[in-house]
T-cell receptor, first 116, second 113 residues
């Protein structure tokens, strides 16, 4: 039972344009969401997060949108740069009384390629 | 501030052996979580330790175990290794209370032959 899904295995974008990565979840108890960037044979690097009490969070070129009713979140990267090429994972956690934020459920990842 | 450190980076073991991986979290972080990444299954949660106690556990067999020390450093042990245990093992540290980002180490690449 995959509770977090990234339905697009890959995305190709031109440098300078917007990259939009999507993520859907099924567990309505999830209340904290994160995006990570990962290169092969390295650990994921944290990009941005959002709490379920918000619908948008921005940090520089990265913006995450959360639509709770649709159980959908997206990561927008504007403008995209060749250095953004990597695998992007969305992850979710369920507070469950404040003890379960240490458990992240990950999507399968989306390979982003930004062409110069 | 030093990041999350995992040792060793690479390991080759034979089926049936056991292995211990180590993780030193960011200073001040009390939660350490372990994940397994394989091409077929993606990133899967193994367990989380907080203040020397296992707080969360994923769906892995009992051959996978861990512990945490009083300085928050954590170890993960896999006994009776199987070929399918070949994977990148990642640990992540976080403050441990309330929602916050988890910071990952570089991982340990385990190959079982």
């Amino acid at each position: 039972d995959q509770q977090v899904k990234q339905n697009s295995p890959s995305l190709s974008v031109q440098e300078g344009r917007i990259s939009i990565l999507n993520c859907d979840y099924t567990n309505s108890m999830f209340d904290y969401f994160l995006w990570y960037k990962k290169y092969p044979a390295e650990g994921p690097t944290f990009l941005i997060s959002i709490s379920s009490i918000k619908d948008k969070n921005e940090d520089g070129r990265f913006t995450v949108f959360l639509n709770k009713s649709a159980k959908h979140l997206s990561l927008h990267i504007v403008p995209s740069q060749p250095g953004d090429s990597a695998v992007y994972f969305c992850a979710a956690s369920d507070g469950a009384g404040g003890t379960s934020y240490g458990k992240l459920t990950f999507g399968q990842g989306t390979i982003l390629t930004v062409h110069p | 501030k030093a990041g999350v450190t995992q040792t060793p980076r690479y390991l080759i073991k034979t089926r049936g052996q056991q292995v211990t991986l180590s993780c030193s979290p960011i200073s001040g972080h009390r939660s350490v979580s372990w994940y397994q990444q394989t091409p077929g299954q993606g990133l899967q949660f193994l367990f989380e330790y907080f203040s020397e106690t296992q707080r969360n556990k994923g769906n892995f067999p009992g051959r996978f175990s861990g512990r945490q020390f009083s300085n928050s450093r954590s170890e993960m042990n896999v006994s009776t290794l199987e070929l399918g245990d070949s994977a990148l093992y990642l640990c992540a540290s976080s403050p441990g209370q309330g929602p916050s980002e988890a910071f990952f180490g570089q991982g340990t690449r385990l190959t079982v032959v």
